[in-house]
C-alpha cells in the first residue's frame, strides 16, 4: 500500500505530535511542514521535507493528499477553505473555527466541493471510547446521572502562557474552548445530544482574563442530567491525560477515574472501566450488595490511530469518525457554556449542526 502524503500546518505542540506520529505510521509521510518559525525549519530539516510559510505557497507547489491544519484558532477556517478549494482533504484540529458561523461557513464550503473535511477530537478513536460508549448504550443504562471532572494543573513556567502563548491568557484561549471542547465529543458520544447547559466560572486563581475554573450542569436530550468540573489550575491526577494511559508524556495514575457514569442499575469508572452494577432489577436497593468487576480495554494513543483513520479517509475507504458537523455542534455546545458562565442563565443548545 503506498503512503499517503500528509502536510502539517503549525509546529507548535499538538503539530510536532502530528508530525512524530506521521513518522511512525504505516500508510502515511510527511509531505511538508507550514510555518515560519525556527523551530518549524529545525523540524523540517530533520525530517527532510520542505517548509513553506503559508498553506497557499504549499498548495501552489507541492499539493499534498491530505492536510493537517494545527495552527492557531484564528487561522483555522481560511486556511481550511483554502484547502477545501484545492480539493485536499483537510483534518482541521479543534475548534473547527472562532465562531459557530466560521466554522459553518468552512463545513458548507467541505459538503458543496465534496472534500472530506476532519475535527480533531482524537480521543474518539481511543479504543477505551469505543468500549466505554458501548456500555454507556441506553438499553444498559436508562437516564440518569453522569460526573466528569477535568481537573488538572498546567504549568506556570515552561512558557504556556507567555510570549507566543499569551493568547491562552485571553478569552478563547481557556479550559472551556481549549479543554472542555474535547470532553463535550466525549458526552455527545456516550450519551447523546446536549439540549441545554448552565455554567459558573471563575478566574480568581491565576487572575487572566479567560477563566481558569468553571463548574458546568449539563441536560441531554434522552433526560440524562450531567455535572462537569473543569479547571486548569487544579492539583488533581483526575485529568484524562493522567489516567487514560495512552500519553507516555504525562505522569498516569492507573487507579484513578476521570468520570463516573451513573445510571439506573449502576456505576461505571472511566478510564479504569471498574463496573459496579445491580445483577437483577429486583436487587436495586442501598441494602443490597453490587456485583463488581472491570471491563477489559486496550490502551493505546488516540493521536495515532487518529492518522490512520484520516489516511484511510483520504484513501476514500471510510467516512470521517468525527466530521465537520460533529465538530461545529461541539463549538456549539462550548459557546453555550461560555454564554452561561457570563449571563448566570441557562442556555438552550438546539441540534442544528
Known sequence: MQKVRIAVAGAGMIGLRHVEEIGRSRSARLASIVDFTPKAAEVARAAGVPLYGSVEKMLAKD????AILATP???HVEQGLACVAAGVPTLVEKPIGRTYADGLRLCEAAERAGVPLLVGHHRRHSPSCTRRCAWCAPARWAAGRRHRQRVFYKPDSEGYYDGPN???RRPGGGPILLNMIHEVGNLRAMVGEIVAVQAFASNATRGFEVEDTVAINLRFA????????????AASPKSWEQTSQENEAYTTYGDEDAYTIIGT???LGVPTMRLKVYERDRD????KPFACSTVPVERQDPLALQIEHFAAVIRGEVPPLVSGRDGLQNLRITDAIVEAARTGRSVETPIQA
Open 166 to 168: 499569551e493568547w491562552r
Open 265 to 267: 442499575r449502576g456505576s
Open 284 to 287: 436495586r436497593s442501598w441494602f
Open 222 to 233: 434522552n433526560g440524562a442530567l450531567g455535572a462537569f468540573l473543569l479547571s486548569d489550575t
Open 63 to 66: 499539493r499534498p493528499d491530505g
Open 73 to 75: 484558532n484564528a487561522l
